[in-house]
C-alpha cells in the first residue's frame, strides 16, 4: 500500500486530501470517498486503505477545507462537539460539494497511477446524498455510488438529489439503517420512485435492527455482520463498474 496526504488544486483554496492506492507503477480505478459529518479521521483512513486493498486508487478529500481544519475526538462526544459538527455541515451545499467534486475528478485526469475511464464513489451520513448528486452531475464519469444512510438525498428544496434520478447512467447502492431519526421514512419510497421511474440501475436495502453509523466500528451502534454484507455490496458494485 502507498498512502500520503495531496493538496487538490480548486477554485478557492487548495483542497487537502488522504490518498492510498496499491504498491507498485501500475494504474488503478479510481473511488472517491465523501467523509461523513466528523471529518476527517483514522477511522476514515482504515476504511479508504480497505478499498484501496481492493485494487483501487482512493481520494478521500477533506470537504470541510474551506472553513479551515477540523478534527475531533473519536465518540463519545461532547455536546459542544456535536454544535461544532452541525454548524459545519450546515455549510456543506450539494453544490460546493460538486465543484469539489469536480476538482478531483480532473485530479485524477492527471494522475500518473489513476486508471483512464470510470470513477466510483462512496458517502457515508452527511455525503450520501453527495454520491446521489453526483451520479447525475457527472453521469458519464461517476458510475458506481455507494451510498450509506445518507442525510438529505430526498428533500423539499429544488437541488434535491433524489431529482438527478433522470440524469444517472451508473448503478447505486442505497443502504439504509432501520432507525435513524436523520432520515424521514418518506426518503426511501420516494428515492425508489425516482430511480423506477428513471429507469435507473439501482438497489435499496435497508438493514433491520441497526442505526444510523452502524458501519462505524468507532461507534456504539457498530453492528459487525450489517457493516460486512454493506461493504460485500459495495465491492461488488464496484467490480461490476470499474474493472469491466
Not at 106 to 133: E, S
Request: aromatic share 10%.
Amino acid at each position: 500500500m502507498i498512502e500520503g496526504e495531496v493538496e487538490i488544486l480548486t477554485g478557492h483554496r487548495p483542497l487537502p486530501a488522504f490518498v492510498a492506492r496499491p504498491d507498485g507503477d501500475g494504474r488503478h480505478p479510481a473511488i472517491i470517498f465523501y467523509m461523513d459529518a466528523p471529518g476527517i479521521r483514522e477511522e476514515l483512513r482504515d476504511m479508504a486503505r480497505r478499498i484501496a486493498s481492493h485494487g483501487y486508487l482512493v481520494v478521500l478529500p477533506d470537504l470541510y477545507y474551506r472553513v479551515g481544519t477540523l478534527r475531533f475526538a473519536p465518540p463519545p462526544r461532547s455536546e459542544a462537539q456535536y454544535k461544532v459538527i452541525f454548524a459545519a455541515m450546515e455549510g456543506f451545499t450539494n453544490a460546493l460539494s460538486m465543484e469539489d467534486t469536480r476538482a478531483v475528478l480532473n485530479w485524477l485526469d492527471r494522475h500518473p497511477h489513476a486508471a483512464a475511464g470510470a470513477r466510483g464513489c462512496i458517502g457515508f451520513c452527511m455525503t450520501g446524498k453527495t454520491v446521489m448528486t453526483a451520479l447525475g452531475t457527472f453521469p458519464e464519469e461517476i458510475v458506481a455510488g455507494v451510498s450509506m444512510y445518507g442525510v438529505g438525498i430526498v428533500t423539499a428544496e429544488e437541488d434535491s438529489p433524489h431529482l438527478l434520478a433522470g440524469r444517472m447512467r451508473g448503478e447505486g447502492y442505497f443502504a439504509f439503517a432501520e432507525r435513524d431519526r436523520h432520515v424521514p421514512d418518506n426518503v426511501e419510497p420516494t428515492l425508489r420512485k425516482a430511480l423506477e421511474e428513471a429507469g435507473a440501475t439501482f438497489e435499496i436495502e435497508t438493514f433491520p435492527d441497526t442505526d444510523h453509523g452502524f458501519s462505524f466500528y468507532e461507534r456504539e451502534v457498530y453492528r459487525h455482520d450489517a457493516a460486512e454484507r454493506a461493504w460485500t455490496k459495495a465491492f461488488a458494485l464496484f467490480e461490476r463498474k470499474l474493472k469491466r
